[in-house]
């Protein structure tokens, strides 16, 4: 069972194979989306988004869940919180 | 004697342009109507608009008539697009028209969504259409010193070394009207970094650093209050600014969209290393329309243009074309007086060697000749 199972993520956003910036945008584009409490999940290939998608959650003031590395890819799961 | 295979090209932009006349000379005009559909009257080199608001260049020498820019034996088409058919290989366009092909490549472009952010609309400025750019250059005449803010409002956008190209002229600008002492420069970029690329962004911040420009990093922009005269991003960060330049929100057209082409922020998803979209092997994508992990910019049209029109013209001669699109991009961005540097780099690479030259300068500030007399003919 994955984290994200776990807590259920509202919204898993897979962008393996795309490059930085894309996966931080994806993860951008749908927090703009998501309402409040929501759990977002993002699935990237770019060992880039491990480094910048937790500092841009921390910014934004919202929840890193966590950071999770799967077979070939990592899983970061955040909360709207804000 | 084979039929003639009909070759349609989405747009008339520097992508769809390029791209029809490359094919052209690669194939005979008995064997192949290409055919590119679009509905501008002028064409502008946009990238002279980090120019034209300073008076370095005159616009006029920017602009082309379109229809005089494709090489005999295209069909140029003065339409609109309203829908694209892939599963019946037919488009149709605003005059009641169809078009079947045989291979359709579709480069429409993007555009702007000024409505993503509230406040955008009546205050913010940018250089990215040649109207925007000369009201840019009007509010310049008249500032008198204060705070800029410039940017990015969210990625991707189109030229991403633009708004830093802006920002190094802008700087020697204010230092020539002798008001730079009584103005702050502040760049805002989405990132936590001022540029896409790593080892890049370390060089612009260096020179930013030398040049007084204070940088909000991770900024993408929510809002921006007229009133209060300040530019909120999602971040939750606020940035006061007596003259906001804002490159504004991008998208992907709305016939993608309405064609069902479109993946996310309605721009298409092709196949990096072929540029065909999804498993069709006769619609591909190219230019800013892409969904493509690399700069939305001419240079990218360029080199995508050159791979697809060798491919297309393999294929319609019968023969299999197996060689890959890399992402190779060559782009000289400029870095401020009289400097200019060229990064070469594709999807796997980015750029080694980066150091600025008088050589480059001079490079970026004939591109405008070089770009109509020779890129969009198809001939370098």
């Not at chain 2, 605003?94 to 079947?100: V, Y």
């Not at chain 2, 650093?209 to 204070?214: A, L």
């Not at chain 2, 401020?336 to 690479?349: D, H, I, N, P, V």
Request: with cysteine; proline share 5%; aromatic share 10%.
């Amino acid at each position: 069972m994955t984290m994200s199972e776990e807590i259920k993520a509202t919204k898993v956003i897979d962008a393996r194979g795309s490059f930085c910036p894309g996966p931080l945008m994806e993860l951008i584009r749908a927090y703009k989306e998501a309402k409040t409490g929501d759990v977002i999940s993002v699935y990237s290939t770019d060992n880039g988004t491990k480094k910048d998608a937790p500092v841009w959650i921390k910014k934004s003031g919202n929840e890193l869940v966590g950071i999770f590395d799967r077979e070939g890819y990592i899983e970061i799961v955040m909360k709207k919180t804000r | 004697m084979l039929p003639v295979k009909n070759v349609v090209i989405l747009g008339d932009g520097a992508a769809g342009t390029i791209m029809a006349n490359k094919l052209r000379m690669l194939t005979d005009v008995k064997e192949t109507r290409i055919s590119v559909v679009g509905n501008s009257t002028k064409h502008y080199f946009k990238p002279d608009g980090v120019h034209i608001p300073f008076k370095l260049k005159r616009y006029q020498n920017s602009v082309k008539p379109t229809r005089f820019l494709f090489n005999y034996g295209v069909e140029y088409i003065h339409d609109e697009v309203i829908l694209i058919d892939v599963p019946h290989r037919t488009v149709q366009l605003k005059s009641g028209k169809g078009l079947s092909y045989d291979y359709l490549i579709i480069a429409t472009g993007d555009r702007f969504d000024y409505n993503e952010i509230p406040g955008y609309i009546g205050e913010a400025k940018h250089f990215y259409d040649l109207p925007h750019t000369l009201e840019l250059g009007n509010s310049l005449d008249s500032f008198k010193g204060g705070k800029i803010v410039i940017g990015p409002s969210s990625i991707p956008y189109q030229c991403p070394p633009a708004p830093y190209e802006f920002t190094f002229l802008l700087d020697q600008y204010l230092r020539g009207r002798g008001i730079r002492d009584k103005t702050e420069i502040h760049y805002i970029f989405p990132l936590n970094r001022v540029f896409t690329m790593q080892n890049v962004s370390d060089f612009i911040e260096k020179l930013f650093e030398e040049r007084d420009i204070i940088t909000h990093t991770l900024f993408n922009v929510e809002s921006v209050n007229g009133l209060n005269k300040n530019v909120t991003s999602i971040e939750g960060e606020s940035v006061s600014y007596d003259l906001l330049i804002l490159v504004p929100p991008h998208k992907g057209q709305t016939v993608i969209t309405k064609s069902e082409l479109a993946g996310p922020g309605g721009y298409i998803d092709v196949d990096r290393h072929k540029l065909n979209y999804k498993d069709y092997d006769d619609v591909f994508a190219i230019g800013d329309a892409t969904n493509l992990p690399i700069s939305k910019a001419g240079a990218t049209a360029h080199f995508e243009s050159e791979y697809l029109a060798n491919r297309l013209a393999h294929e319609l001669s019968g023969n299999v074309y197996d060689e890959d699109y890399n992402g190779e991009i060559a782009c000289t961005t400029i870095t401020g007086a009289g400097r200019a540097m060229t990064l070469y780099f594709s999807y796997e690479r980015p750029p080694r060697a980066i150091f600025q030259s008088k050589m480059d300068y001079l490079l970026k500030w004939t591109s405008a000749d070089t770009y109509f007399s020779a890129m969009l003919r198809g001939i370098m």
